[in-house]
């Protein structure tokens, strides 16, 4: 069975750092992108953070409301994606999603990454004084 | 950015009807879209890629279609387990925004 299970998540202060993980199985994890998506406390779906696999360079992307404070890494040696958060806001409490992101390939070594087809239930950040 | 935007935010229906919901976008995404239905409490799940293409194990009831900057989600006939937010998503340029979501309840 395939799994994504989110971890890290909890209550910090404005300013301060948390690293979320995201541990995985039942699937090869490092064929697949990953992506982190969150939601805010009654609000809808924010995309943050999206990292290819190696094949494809392990390059990332980022939502412009973190660029430069969050990171998104992996270690394929144990099937784990991470979001290291820096310099949290208020704005960044949210429930964390971890999701798959599968691919199919348009020719000329491109690909595209067509939906987010596996998520975890997710761990809440709040960052409050 | 591309900025998506979904109507109606609110769908009041009863089971048996059908449901139809928009989905635009500020500029074109071609055929580079997905929904993804949310229930209350639980994380989402992938109903539809690539405007039309229903994911892994998604009832035929659900349907998609449009392309370019108009995109539609239509449920033929809904069951009681399809109350739930709707969110489109665009994949085709980065980042990938999402829709802020229709929100389908029993009337």
């Known amino acids: 069975e395939v799994q994504l299970v989110e971890s890290g998540g909890g209550l910090v202060q404005p300013g301060r750092s948390l690293r979320l993980s995201c541990t995985t199985s039942g699937f090869t994890f490092g064929d697949y992108a990953m992506s982190w998506v969150r939601q805010a406390p009654g609000k809808g779906l924010e995309w943050v953070s999206f990292i290819r696999s190696k094949r494809y360079g392990g390059t990332t992307e980022y939502a412009a409301s973190v660029k430069g404070r969050f990171t998104i890494s992996r270690d394929d040696s144990k099937s784990i994606a991470f979001l290291q958060m820096n310099s949290l806001k208020t704005e960044d409490t949210a429930v964390y999603y971890c999701?798959?992101?599968?691919?199919?390939?348009?020719?000329?070594?491109?690909?595209?990454?067509?939906?987010?087809?596996?998520w975890g239930q997710g761990t809440t950040v709040t960052v409050s004084s | 950015e591309i900025v998506l935007t979904q109507s109606p935010a609110t769908l009041s229906l009863s089971p048996g009807e059908r449901a139809t919901l928009s989905c635009r976008a500020s500029?074109?995404?071609?055929?580079?879209l997905a929904w993804y239905q949310q229930k209350s409490g639980q994380a989402p799940r992938l109903l539809i890629y690539d405007v039309s293409n229903r994911a892994n194990g998604i009832p035929a009831r659900f349907s998609g279609s449009g392309s370019g900057t108009d995109f539609t989600l239509t449920i033929s006939s809904l069951e009681p387990e399809d109350f739930a937010v709707y969110y489109c998503?665009?994949?085709?340029?980065?980042?990938?925004?999402f829709g802020p979501g229709t929100k389908v309840d029993i009337k």
């Open positions: 500029q074109s995404v071609s055929s580079y």
């Open positions: 998503q665009q994949r085709g340029n980065w980042p990938f925004t």
């Open positions: 999701t798959r992101d599968p691919y199919y390939g348009l020719g000329s070594n491109t690909v595209y990454y067509y939906g987010m087809d596996v």
